[in-house]
């Protein structure tokens, strides 16, 4: 299953922008290529992304739980 949101570069503006929610995020390359999925309270994967990765996009999909967001990550 692919997030249906579009790609958003990874930067410190993005990264504000993201709800106080749990979700399922997917970090790309500068292609648009899936580089790694996590599950977790989305400012905080953004926030270690930016700080320690090196993925050039990220899109996510807001979950109603952890649990939730486990489930999404699981089915993708």
Same mark, same amino acid.
């Given at each position: 299953m692919a997030l249906r949101k579009r790609w958003q570069p990874l930067t410190r503006e993005t990264v504000g922008s993201a709800p106080d929610a749990y979700g399922l995020v997917e970090f790309g390359d500068e292609d648009g290529d899936v580089v790694e999925a996590v599950a977790g309270f989305l400012p905080d994967e953004l926030r270690e992304e930016l700080a320690y990765g090196d993925a050039a *996009?990220?899109?996510? *999909?807001r979950a109603q739980s952890l649990d939730h967001?486990?489930?999404?990550l699981d089915e993708r």
């Open positions: *996009q990220v899109r996510w *999909q967001a486990e489930k999404l």
